[in-house]
């Protein structure tokens, strides 16, 4: 097969290219995007469509922060560094721990960066109002991303559905209300699922390079999220079939490039400023050891992290405590290998919510998650499940690629079961989760508008009328 000579749409139906240009036809026509759940819609429509929707979405954000969280500044977490960390680059202080001086990489820093970057043309300013709608803003934008991917995945229809869902479900505005990595994590998970779209359905250089930008951007969130290097960069430029397989190669090259590219920067930083290699954070010694201690392999905090259980011995520099933190978890572990096939079933578990739902409900109020709003998010990502099964189910018939939605949930299953289990761990998944869902209640709404209302009866039978004749 020559290079460039293209095969058959990313959807599978060996449609000729021309194909996925053509205008708006009847339902499961061909667009732009692909075959279309629920029919075309006009481009202008759909883009007022998913504006209104993103407005909606932003109103949603604001009111959370202005009325819930703005005032939320009582308890000690994680939020503490991303915000200390990020007044400090405002004020010229390059990642320094919170309330001492010594260098700092306990997190990955792009949240920190964003954090710095919109405070310093404002300066710093007692509370965290300013931040916190900061992160309603990006909230905002994972909003108007998954209807992009909706769109580029099933159709317009499907778009603003999982556009609507995102603007609404607890899940998606919780983490805007708290100076966390889950609401850049998911910015970025989305923006990397468009990009495996496009990949696969354009392969070009340019779209492998912002690929694997994103990619390496998600890693400087949450450093566990490298892993979505090997399992969705690399086999998205491998799948992209049009082209030679040497040209495939090729494109991910391209993207582990950028990865490393966007990585350099920092990793360089860390490896000449501390005295243990270090490379994304220094927080992997904490995450381990909290999560492999007594109370972590038994008893009603199974699976959990634990705070108590992060006495390490004393060390005066973060990758030395790192290390012997990791030493110590790593020895725990081993001496308890019996153990960790339940623990790790329990740390996946409370991840899905399929363990002590409710348990970690009332733990996740002390990582700034208010109880009756994550109380709400549960039912709804309970409502949301099965939806997403007929999804996959749906896709899958229409010849519709999605493995790309489900490697997500593999990923964040392997750290869960490595690390700890917690729902915001589960934070980019629910990207993944809205679009899933979309397909079967665009197809409940179609087939309600049909029998119930009877939308669209009319224009069939007078075609039908016209085909027969007297």
């Known amino acids: 097969m020559s290079e460039g000579a293209p095969t058959s749409t990313v959807d599978g139906t060996g449609a000729p290219p021309a194909?996925?240009?053509?205008?708006?036809g009847p339902e499961g026509a061909p667009t732009r995007d692909g075959p279309a759940i629920?029919?075309?819609?006009?481009?202008?429509?759909?883009?007022?469509?998913?504006?209104?929707i993103t407005l909606v979405g932003l109103g949603v954000r604001v009111a959370y922060v202005l009325v819930v969280t703005i005032k939320e500044n009582s308890r000690v977490y994680d939020a503490l560094w991303y915000g200390v960390t990020g007044n400090g680059l405002a004020q010229g202080q390059f990642f320094r721990e919170p309330f001492g001086t010594a260098p700092t990489a306990a997190h990955p820093p792009l949240t920190s960066l964003i954090i710095g970057a919109v405070t310093?043309?404002?300066?710093?300013?007692?509370?965290?109002?300013?931040?916190?709608?900061?992160?309603?803003?990006?909230?905002?934008?994972?909003?108007?991303?998954?209807?992009?991917?909706?769109r580029a995945v099933?159709?317009?229809?499907?778009?603003?559905?999982?556009?609507?869902?995102?603007?609404?479900?607890?899940?998606?505005?919780?983490?805007?209300?708290?100076?966390?990595?889950?609401?850049?994590?998911?910015?970025?998970?989305?923006?990397?699922?468009?990009?495996?779209?496009?990949?696969?359905?354009?392969?070009?250089?340019?779209?492998?390079?912002?690929l694997g930008a994103a990619c390496g951007a998600e890693a400087l969130v949450r450093a566990e999220l490298i892993l979505f290097v090997p399992t969705l960069l690399v086999p998205a430029a491998l799948a992209a079939r049009q082209v030679a397989l040497r040209r495939r190669f090729g494109l991910a090259a391209v993207g582990v490039l950028a990865v490393l590219v966007v990585l350099a920067p920092w990793v360089g930083r860390n490896l000449a400023t501390f005295k243990d290699p270090t490379y994304i954070s220094t927080g992997d010694g904490l995450a381990l050891l909290g999560a492999n201690c007594p109370a972590a392999y038994s008893g009603p905090g199974l699976g959990e992290w634990h705070l108590a259980c992060v006495a390490s011995p004393n060390a005066n520099e973060e990758s030395v405590k790192s290390s012997l933190d990791q030493h110590?978890?790593?020895?725990?572990?081993?001496h308890n290998a019996g153990r960790l096939p339940v623990v790790m079933l329990a740390r996946i578990g409370r991840l899905w919510d399929l363990w002590e739902p409710f348990q970690m409900v009332n733990v996740d109020v002390?990582?700034?998650?208010?109880?009756?709003?994550?109380?709400?998010?549960?039912?709804?990502?309970?409502?949301?499940?099965?939806?997403?099964?007929?999804?996959v189910v749906i896709l899958r018939r229409r010849g519709l690629r999605q493995w790309f939605l489900l490697v997500p949930a593999g990923v964040l299953t392997v750290v869960a079961a490595?690390?700890?289990?917690?729902?915001?761990?589960?934070?980019?998944f629910e990207v993944c989760l809205v679009v899933?869902?979309?397909?079967?209640?665009?197809?409940?709404?179609?087939?309600?508008?049909?029998?119930?209302?009877?939308?669209?009866?009319?224009?069939?039978?007078?075609?039908?009328?016209?085909?027969?004749?007297p």
């Not at 194909?19 to 708006?24: N, S, T």
């Open 328 to 334: 110590a978890a790593i020895q725990f572990a081993e």
């Open 154 to 210: 099933a159709g317009p229809w499907v778009g603003l559905v999982a556009a609507g869902l995102a603007a609404l479900a607890p899940n998606f505005w919780i983490p805007n209300g708290i100076l966390m990595s889950e609401t850049p994590a998911m910015l970025l998970m989305a923006l990397i699922l468009l990009g495996v779209v496009r990949l696969l359905r354009s392969p070009t250089w340019v779209i492998a390079a912002l």
């Open 120 to 150: 310093l043309p404002f300066g710093v300013h007692p509370g965290s109002g300013l931040q916190r709608l900061t992160m309603a803003v990006l909230g905002t934008g994972v909003v108007l991303c998954v209807g992009l991917l909706g």
């Open 436 to 469: 899933l869902a979309a397909p079967a209640l665009v197809l409940v709404a179609r087939w309600l508008g049909r029998t119930v209302l009877g939308i669209g009866r009319t224009g069939r039978h007078a075609a039908g009328a016209q085909a027969t004749g």
């Open 418 to 428: 490595l690390f700890y289990g917690t729902v915001r761990f589960r934070a980019p």
């Open 38 to 52: 629920g029919g075309p819609m006009r481009p202008r429509r759909f883009a007022v469509a998913l504006a209104l």
């Open 19 to 24: 194909a996925v240009d053509a205008p708006p």
């Open 366 to 391: 002390n990582e700034g998650r208010p109880k009756p709003a994550a109380r709400a998010g549960l039912f709804v990502y309970y409502a949301l499940v099965p939806l997403a099964l007929a999804g």
